[in-house]
Every structure is written in C-alpha cells, then in structure tokens.
C-alpha cells in the first residue's frame, strides 16, 4: 500500500482533470518510439514507424497513446490499491506483449515530459514530484506480475 | 549510439536558446531532482534550503547548465571538455553515476516547460543522447 499525502493526491487529480487522454497520449507514446526506437518492436503491426514523421501521423500509434492514457487514468482513480487492480494488467503485458518491463520506465518519462510540454510552469516542481511518484507506483504495479 | 549530425545541430539550436536563461534553468532542473527523487537529497545535506528558490541551487544550477554549455560547444569531443570535472566527480565528489541519469531526466522536463515548441521529439531524442554522452563522459574516471 502506497502512502499518499493530500498534496500529492490533489496534484495529480487535479492536473489529470486537464489531460486530454487523446493528446497526452499519443505524444507520450511518439515520444517513446521516436526517443526509444528499440520499443518500436512491440508495434510491428502498426504500419509504417519507420521515421519520426511516419511516427507522429500514425493513426494506430495515436489510438494507442489514448489507450495506454486511459489505463493511467485507471491508476489514478485506484492508486491506493494499485497492485492489486492492475494484477490482469500486468500479467497481460508478461505473458502476452513480454514486454520488457525496462520499457515502462522509458515510457513514464516521456509521460513526464509531455506533461511538462503542455502545463508548462504549472507543472510546478511539487506537482512534478507528486507525478514522478504516480509514475513509479504505476511501473512497480505493472512489473509485479512478472516471473 | 553515436551523435549524427542532425543530433547536433538539434542540440545546437535549442542550446542557443537555453545557455541564455543558464541560472533559471538549473536551478529549477536541480530542484525538481531534489524534490522529485529524495535520494539525490544525499549529496546536498549541507545546503540550508533545497527549493528552486534556494541561492545555493540557484547558484549550483546555473554552474551545470554552464558545463553542458561547455560541452556543446566542444560536441565532436566531450570526453574531452568533461575529463576535469570527471576527475572532480570521481576523485571528490563521488556522486554515483546513476544519478547522471536521474539529472538528465529533470533537464529534459525543464526543457520541455520552457521550449515545448522547440523541444520536438527529434530534438528530444537528440538531447537525450547529448546527455547520455556527458553522463558517460563524467563516469570515466570513476574506476
């Protein structure tokens, strides 16, 4: 069980109110193939990724970014019990995706810095921190199944 | 993963804008590590105020941004620009390199605050593998 203060809460809830998933997402999720181009293995399926370009207009790229948002918004609203309500998640990405779980910490930090990119001074350094720990709880729930 | 070109001129161009606002920038690049990752707390308990309005990570800030200024403008050799403060990092201040990646992180989030138009992933990418190379560069003397 993760302690979480008021602030910490209040930071997240209240900039995740303004996070257009769709947005957020897909630019997290460009970010990541485009900075991390080794995960572009996990999404051979998706047509052309081959460039930075290609990358951004990619719809299938963008339909993911906002379903991997919309996981984090799960988080969020169970981040007191995470562990427990992403145990169908994580034994999903082990077991089915394998993907490495190195690669949600690259993910995480791309998230970050989009967040960064569209808030701008109003990721203030406390929100950013209450964020950064979000991230890391959302990474060890979604590592924990994995033998 | 070596710096193309194209890396560097994207490292160069957002450097020019960046190097200006140098006191700004590390100071909130050095905060935001501070608060964000307690560990990195270690090697500052002798500074009285650890916020981004601390004089002491104002000033410590800005000799950061500084150094990677430094090492911009030598980018076909930063091994070589960094080899006096990799034997400072090494030899006295011992900071694990580990954290090299955690400082790189925050800078990039910085970057993002105050260039986000700027700071496209390609140039995300670039300076990414820029502050890999330092952070590298900075490790060699270690052992």
Same mark, same amino acid.
């Given at each position: 069980m993760v302690h979480w203060t008021d602030h910490e809460r209040h930071a997240i809830t209240t900039l995740w109110a303004k996070v257009n998933v769709e947005?957020v997402g897909?630019?997290a999720?460009?970010?990541?193939?485009?900075?991390?181009?080794?995960?572009?293995?996990?999404?051979?399926?998706?047509?052309?990724?081959?460039?930075?370009?290609?990358?951004?207009?990619?719809?299938?790229?963008?339909?993911?970014?906002k379903t991997v948002l919309k996981s984090v918004g799960d988080a969020i609203a169970h981040m007191d019990d995470l562990s427990h309500a992403f145990t169908k998640l994580s034994?999903f990405h082990?077991?089915?995706?394998?993907?490495?779980?190195?690669?949600f910490? /690259?993910f995480g930090?791309?998230l970050?810095?989009?967040l960064?990119?569209?808030?701008?001074?109003?990721?203030?350094?406390?929100v /950013?921190?209450a964020w950064?720990k979000m991230i890391a709880v959302i990474i060890s729930a979604l590592?924990k199944?994995? /033998? | 993963?070596?710096?193309?070109?194209?890396?560097?001129?994207?490292?160069?161009?957002?450097?020019?804008?960046?190097?200006?606002?140098? *006191? *700004?920038?590390?100071?909130?690049?050095?905060?935001?590590?501070?608060?964000?990752?307690?560990?990195?707390?270690?090697?500052?308990?002798? %500074?009285?105020?650890?916020?981004?309005?601390?004089?002491?990570?104002?000033?410590?800030?800005?000799?950061?941004?500084?150094?990677?200024?430094?090492?911009?403008?030598?980018?076909?050799?930063?091994?070589?620009?960094?080899?006096?403060?990799?034997?400072?990092?090494?030899?006295?201040?011992?900071?694990?390199?580990?954290?090299?990646?955690?400082?790189?992180?925050?800078?990039?989030?910085?970057?993002?605050?105050?260039?986000?138009?700027?700071?496209?992933? *390609?140039?995300?990418?670039?300076?990414?593998?820029?502050?890999?190379?330092?952070? %590298?560069?900075?490790?060699?003397? %270690?052992?």
């Amino acid at each position: 069980m993760v302690h979480w203060t008021d602030h910490e809460r209040h930071a997240i809830t209240t900039l995740w109110a303004k996070v257009n998933v769709e947005e957020v997402g897909a630019q997290a999720l460009v970010r990541l193939l485009v900075v991390y181009p080794w995960t572009q293995r996990y999404f051979a399926s998706f047509g052309n990724i081959s460039n930075a370009a290609a990358i951004a207009g990619n719809a299938k790229v963008h339909a993911h970014g906002k379903t991997v948002l919309k996981s984090v918004g799960d988080a969020i609203a169970h981040m007191d019990d995470l562990s427990h309500a992403f145990t169908k998640l994580s034994k999903f990405h082990s077991e089915t995706l394998h993907v490495d779980p190195d690669n949600f910490k /690259h993910f995480g930090d791309c998230l970050s810095i989009v967040l960064a990119a569209t808030f701008g001074t109003a990721y203030t350094p406390d929100v /950013h921190a209450a964020w950064q720990k979000m991230i890391a709880v959302i990474i060890s729930a979604l590592s924990k199944q994995y /033998h | 993963m070596p710096l193309t070109d194209a890396d560097k001129n994207h490292v160069r161009s957002i450097w020019s804008k960046a190097s200006g606002k140098a *006191e *700004e920038l590390g100071a909130q690049a050095l905060a935001r590590m501070l608060e964000a990752f307690p560990n990195t707390k270690t090697y500052f308990s002798h %500074y009285s105020d650890l916020s981004v309005k601390s004089g002491q990570v104002h000033v410590h800030g800005k000799k950061i941004i500084d150094a990677l200024t430094d090492a911009v403008n030598h980018i076909d050799d930063i091994t070589g620009a960094m080899s006096a403060l990799s034997t400072k990092h090494a030899h006295t201040l011992r900071v694990d390199p580990a954290n090299f990646k955690t400082l790189s992180h925050t800078i990039l989030v910085v970057l993002a605050i105050y260039f986000p138009a700027d700071f496209t992933p *390609e140039v995300h990418l670039a300076i990414d593998k820029f502050l890999a190379e330092v952070s %590298y560069a900075l490790a060699e003397k %270690y052992r």
